[in-house]
């Protein structure tokens, strides 16, 4: 199972406040119990993940934020 990890290695900045990093991780284990058993799934959706979360933060946004300001993102 693939995990996704930040340049500092933290997954949390405070006790109970998660990183995107430690959102996706949780997203990708989880994706054998949502119909995705393939290994090959969860290394591709893995990829997909960091790739998103990279592109939103590079823009400055919050891969974690309002839905409103991720569709921005898409434009």
Known sequence: MPIIV?????FEDAAGVPRPAMVGNHYLRELP???APAARA???TAISLCGWMTYLQG???DPLG??????????
């Open 33 to 35: 119990l949502n119909g």
């Open 59 to 61: 823009l400055g946004g």
């Open 66 to 75: 309002h839905r409103e300001e991720l569709r921005a993102a898409l434009n």
């Open 6 to 10: 930040d340049d500092d290695l933290r």
């Open 42 to 44: 969860w290394r591709n």
